[in-house]
Each structure stands twice: as structure tokens, then as C-alpha cells.
């Protein structure tokens, strides 16, 4: 059987890789998006976040990148003269446990001198770049065959303090099971590069064999360890067979290459997870990333919490390995051969794509947030999900919408609601291949609130010289609602309208569902007052104004407001014979603008004629025919209001012989 190193796959199948996957986003599981961070890296290889926050990249040609806030900064933060070929290169990074205050940054790197050698080096950081002549040798490994895989490369500080570096062990096995060499193993220094004594193989090693925590390891390409409990697994690349997940224990042995996956012999450390090579998408050639997913903030799913990820380079992929239960779930196929994860420090899952020279974070985004709703306004809103194969069937799990909404299988929640509260509840989704999320919203629907805006008009109101006005509220809603009445003079200010058992010029209330209430002025300004009022309402309500006119020894007469008609074009009838005269009152019902208000009289077989009216903001004026406009005299026709905007409002009044009166109707 054929077998390719990583050093080949980096060299030759990222081609065909690239073909295969580079021109599609991965497909991730239902609910997650992925976002691109940054792009434009050449053959990146590893990297860490820093404790401010800073993203390192390695980049195999020895330059050590920067994206700090989002963009990749065009200066390196340094650049190393190494060895490139296969896999070698700048292959690590870590930071000082100290970063804040020493600004120590450690680096794995292969020199590009005779004889061949993998190193590791600190710099000091000025910023977001290396001071010059900063490096100091922290560890040189042993020399270098021909071979230019099975180098490892990854290093972190270990939850002691230490630092951790892995070894491959240049394609010959056997450097793997002897303490003679620090190929394949995992090694473990102070930060200034001296040998922890407590190392498991400290007395019975000299020289930097006393670096030794771990052996029988094949290409640990990478490790980590886990946040809180600082349990360290190392990601070891298999030969023909399996890839390995193993348990980093001080002082364990790993079988390579008497071994390659499960094994039942005493001898050796059996690995916690393997799996095969293959094209699937659960096998694969080389597995080449892994993070332990305990972030402070949960930007995935709680269920992920604990939970391990790992990548293969050849299979494009992302898998969960659940320690607890030793199994392993899918995750995120079609990327662009992943060469190292990490959780960052948002909370994200960050993935490093190698043939695509970029740096992807993935999160869980189902839904938008849910916009507050108010009680008697029609209330519409799409959910959305990113990921899984559209299209989407939405449906209600637990709990309950607010009374009045609905949630469609499309995923619209719209309706009328009608129950001020706050309403917790859970939306299923499932996808066309039947992938199922949820998500718990929250929607708090408000009281509603008074708002003049679409207020109703009464162009008319008199009280005085033998008028009252009375009023009729009635409540449309099954729920109760508040009410507000303002009135306005001919001149645009609030008027003072005497109400009846009440202060003047304030009118407000609120009823029952299916209520009515009454009131009315009280006859007793002197001089007579005119104007007009606008009834704001929190729900749907039904107002009457009456104009009655109460003279002694006559009977009373009156006529209902119910002709009131507002906008910027309205005819209104007058009626001028065997006596009758007709009263026009004209508002404006805008709070800021004066109104010109054009008039067109249109006597039946008569020749027409105009006037003009200017208005203030919230203006009224209120005239008699033919009084006022002698052209009405003795007939019928139409009187056309024109304006430059919606806000006329009209009202007419037919007053008779006997001095009753009834309203007409306006119409546009």
C-alpha cells in the first residue's frame, strides 16, 4: 500500500484539493455559520491566539503573521530564515505565560543551515512586531536526515507553566522508543529553556533526553489542552492504518510503530479515539487540528461544552469527540484542508485553512433576535437559520406565542397581538435532509401606547352662544383602552374647551371592552369658542361628536359629526335653498406646517368660482353660506377643498328656518 506524508500532501495533493473544495463555504450543521476572518496567508501552518487578544498565523515560508482586530496586518510580526521544503518551515507559536508583562513569544522553526535542525526560539514583542536581534535559543533539536517530514511543530504552555513542544520523528520509527533522541516525543522545558527535574524520564536521561514527557509518537502534528481540568490530548498522524487521539500523560508510551491504533499491550498507552483512512467523511489521511471547546462565552450549543474537535487535512473536515463517552459525531465537511483549530477567546471556533489561506471562525446563528411587539398592531417578523439544506420547516416545540400570533411552517410568526406580557417559547426547524435545531425566543409585547398620528378628527367643536358638543367613545377591542382628546383653537394653540365634571380642555379615559362613555362641554363659554379636537386611542375605539344648539322656547336641535372627512382633496354638498344656510368648518390638522387650503365653489348650472384659506399649524375656521361666499346664494352645488398635503379636515352643517341643523357628508 501506497503511503503519503503530510510533507507530500502539502506539496502535491493540495492541488487536487483545491480543486475539490475551495470554491464552496463548509457545510456546516443546521443553526451554524461560518465567517471569514481573514484571508491572503501563503501556506499557513499553525496558530495561537495571544493573551491581548492577537491572532498569530505561522506561515511555512518563516513569516509569523498578525490579524489584530479583524485584519491581517501587512508587516510580519517577524520573519525566520528557515527550511521550507516538505514539512518544514515555521511550524509554532506560543506565548509566555507572562506575554502581559515579559512579552515573551516562542517559535518552532526549522534552519535553513547545514546541518538541518528543528529549533525552538523566543522573541520579544514591541507591539505587533519583534524586536530585532530579540531571539534567544530556547531548545535545538537533533539533527536532521534527508527526510523532510514527521517534523511535529506544535507548542503550548502547559497549565504548570511549561512549555510543550511536539516531535515527529523524521520519517524513521525508530527514533520513536528510544530515550537516546527527543524525535517522537513530546518534550517538556521551563520557559527559559532549562529541564524541569520532575520530568518522568529526568534521572535515567542526560543532555536534553531529560526533555522527554512522552514517547512512541509518529507525527504529533498537533496537541492541546483542555481549559480548567489541563488535560492534554495529542493528535498523532498514522501511516497506512489510523490517526490517532491520545491521552498526554507524563511519562506514557504510544506504541509507534509497534503499534498504530487501539492496542490491548500493557506496554503501551492505547489511544482514546482512531480512525481510518479512507474518503469519507469519517475517514481520512491526516489528522491535523484539535481544540477543547470550553469557552467563557458559548458562541456553538451547550452540548458542546467540553467537548474535543479535531480536523483531518485529507478528508476537509470537522468532527467532535465526546470524552466522556469516547465517541465521535460529525461536525463540518467541505473545507480547504485544515491544518489547526482553536477556540478563541469570543467564544467562536476558529479553523486555519491552509489551501485557502484563510482564517474562518464558526458559530451557532439561528434566528434573528425578536423584535418587540405592541398589543393591537399587526406584528410580522421571518425567523432565518444559517447552515443545513434549505428549505426549512418551522414549528412551535414548548411553550407559548403571545395570544393573537401565529407561526407558520415557513418559519413568519405575524398576527395581531392582542396580551401585553412577556411570552417565552421554543421553534423546531428541520432541513431537507431532516437536520433538526432549535432555539428558545423571548418576545415581549407592549401596552399600547397614544398616538395622535393616525388620530381621529373632529373638524368641529363649539361651545358657547347656545352650543354644546357632546361625545361618544365606544371601545372595537376585546381588551381594555385608554383614550385622549386635544382641542384646538382657530389659531392653532390648545384650547380649553369646558368639559363637563371635568378640567378643561382635557378629556381622557379608558373603557372597558365594549364600552361606551359620554361627555360633553358645558355651554358656557362667553364669547362663544370654536375649534376642532383629535382623539388619539391605544386600540380601535368609535367616536361621535354632537353639536346641539339649546335656545329658549325653541326646541333643541342637532347633528352628529360623523361627515368629518380628512386628506387633501374632499368635496363637500351645500344646500342653500327655501331658506337653508350652510356652516363649513375647515381644520389643519398639522402640528408644524401652515396649510393653504384652496376652495373651489361649484353652484349646479352656475359658474364656479375659488377662494383661498391659510391656516396655521393645527389652525380651524368655520364659515356660513352664502355669507361668506355670496356666489352661494339660493342653490346647490359642491365645494371642493384642495391642499398640498393630507391635513384638511371638514365638516358641513345644513342649518333650516326653524334653526335645527344636520350634517352633510363630505366625501373624497
Not at 168 to 191: P, Y
Not at 268 to 279: T, V
Not at 372 to 383: E, F, K, N, P, R
Not at 559 to 579: C, K
Request: include cysteine; aromatic fraction near 12%; charge should be negative.
Amino acid at each position: 500500500m501506497a503511503t503519503f506524508t503530510l510533507g507530500q500532501i502539502f506539496q502535491a495533493g493540495v492541488i487536487l484539493l483545491s480543486i475539490i473544495t475551495s470554491s464552496r463555504a463548509a457545510m456546516l450543521p443546521l443553526g451554524f455559520t461560518e465567517t471569514l476572518v481573514t484571508s491572503g496567508l501563503s501556506s499557513p501552518t499553525a496558530f495561537a491566539f495571544a493573551p491581548d487578544g492577537r491572532l498569530f498565523v505561522c506561515q511555512q515560508g518563516g513569516q509569523l503573521r498578525v490579524i489584530k482586530n479583524g485584519s491581517l496586518l501587512s508587516t510580519p510580526f517577524l520573519t525566520v530564515p528557515t527550511d521550507s521544503a516538505g514539512e518544514r518551515g515555521l511550524l509554532g507559536v506560543a506565548f509566555d505565560p507572562n506575554f502581559a508583562t515579559n512579552q515573551f513569544v516562542f517559535v518552532y522553526y526549522t534552519v535553513n543551515t547545514t546541518p538541518r535542525f528543528n529549533r525552538v526560539s523566543r522573541f520579544t514583542a514591541n507591539g505587533d512586531v519583534g524586536v530585532a536581534g530579540s531571539e534567544m535559543l530556547i531548545l535545538q533539536l537533533d539533527n536532521l536526515s534527508s527526510a523532510t517530514n514527521h517534523n511535529g511543530g506544535s507548542i503550548h504552555f502547559g497549565p504548570d507553566g511549561k512549555l510543550y513542544i511536539a516531535v515527529g520523528e523524521n520519517a524513521n520509527s525508530s527514533n520513536s522508543q528510544t530515550l537516546t533522541t527527543v524525535l517522537g516525543k513530546i518534550l517538556r522545558l521551563n520557559s527559559d529553556g532549562t529541564i524541569p527535574s520532575d520530568n518522568p524520564f529526568f534521572g535515567v536521561t542526560s543532555g536534553n533526553n531529560r526533555a522527554i514527557f512522552a514517547l512512541g509518537l509518529r507525527n504529533p502534528f498537533t496537541f492541546t489542552f483542555q481549559p480548567n481540568t489541563g488535560r492534554m490530548f495529542i493528535n498523532d498522524v498514522g501511516e497506512n492504518t489510523w490517526e490517532e487521539i491520545n491521552d498526554g500523560i507524563a511519562g506514557s508510551n504510544y506504541g509507534w510503530p509497534a503499534t498504530e491504533g487501539f492496542t490491548s499491550n500493557p506496554l503501551f498507552r492505547s489511544p482514546l479515539f482512531q480512525y481510518g483512512h479512507g474518503n469519507t467523511t469519517t475517514t481520512g489521511c491526516a489528522i491535523t487540528g484539535g481544540a477543547f471547546y470550553n469557552p467563557a462565552i458559548n458562541r456553538l450549543l451547550p452540548q458542546y461544552t467540553g467537548q474535543y474537535f479535531f480536523a483531518d487535512f485529507c478528508g476537509g473536515w470537522i468532527r467532535v469527540f465526546d470524552p466522556a463517552t469516547g465517541q465521535a459525531a460529525a461536525f463540518a465537511t467541505g473545507i480547504s484542508s485544515p491544518v489547526d483549530l482553536t477556540t478563541g477567546p469570543d467564544g467562536y471556533l476558529y479553523y486555519l485553512a491552509r489551501d485557502a489561506g484563510a482564517v474562518f471562525k464558526v458559530g451557532y446563528a439561528t434566528a434573528a433576535t425578536l423584535q418587540t411587539g405592541t398589543a393591537d398592531i399587526v406584528y410580522s417578523q421571518m425567523l432565518t437559520v444559517s447552515g443545513g439544506t434549505p428549505p426549512y420547516s418551522w414549528a412551535l416545540m414548548s411553550g407559548a406565542l403571545p395570544p393573537g400570533l401565529s407561526l407558520s411552517s415557513a418559519g413568519v410568526l405575524s398576527g395581531t397581538p392582542v396580551t401585553p406580557g412577556t411570552y417565552s417559547f421554543t421553534v423546531g426547524v428541520t432541513d431537507s435532509a431532516s437536520a433538526f435545531s432549535s432555539h428558545t425566543f423571548t418576545l415581549t409585547v407592549l401596552p399600547p401606547s397614544l398616538n395622535f398620528t393616525n388620530a381621529l378628527r373632529i373638524a368641529q367643536i363649539a361651545d358657547g352662544g347656545n352650543f354644546i358638543t357632546q361625545f361618544a367613545i365606544v371601545n372595537l377591542e376585546p381588551i381594555p383602552t385608554s383614550f385622549q382628546f386635544k382641542f384646538w383653537g382657530d389659531d392653532g394653540s390648545p384650547s380649553n374647551v369646558p368639559i363637563q365634571n371635568g378640567i378643561p380642555g382635557n378629556l381622557t379615559g379608558t373603557l372597558a371592552p365594549g364600552a361606551t362613555a359620554f361627555a360633553q362641554t358645558t355651554g358656557q363659554s362667553s364669547p362663544g369658542l370654536q375649534g376642532w379636537a383629535e382623539v388619539a386611542s391605544t386600540g380601535r375605539i368609535g367616536v361621535q361628536a354632537i353639536f346641539k344648539r339649546v335656545i329658549p322656547g325653541l326646541p333643541d336641535s342637532e347633528a352628529t359629526a360623523s361627515g368629518t372627512q380628512s386628506g387633501n382633496n374632499i368635496f363637500l354638498p351645500f344646500d342653500n335653498t327655501q331658506e337653508f344656510v350652510t356652516g363649513v368648518a375647515v381644520s389643519n390638522t398639522n402640528p408644524t406646517q401652515s396649510l393653504d387650503v384652496f376652495i373651489t365653489f361649484i353652484p349646479e348650472g352656475g359658474a364656479a368660482s375659488s377662494a383661498r384659506l391659510s391656516l396655521p399649524p393645527h389652525g380651524h375656521t368655520a364659515f356660513v353660506l352664502p355669507t361668506a361666499y355670496p356666489v352661494t346664494v339660493g342653490g346647490r352645488g359642491t365645494i371642493q377643498f384642495s391642499g398640498s398635503s393630507p391635513d384638511i379636515a371638514v365638516l358641513g352643517l345644513r342649518f333650516s328656518p326653524n334653526n335645527s341643523f344636520t350634517s352633510l357628508g363630505s366625501f373624497q
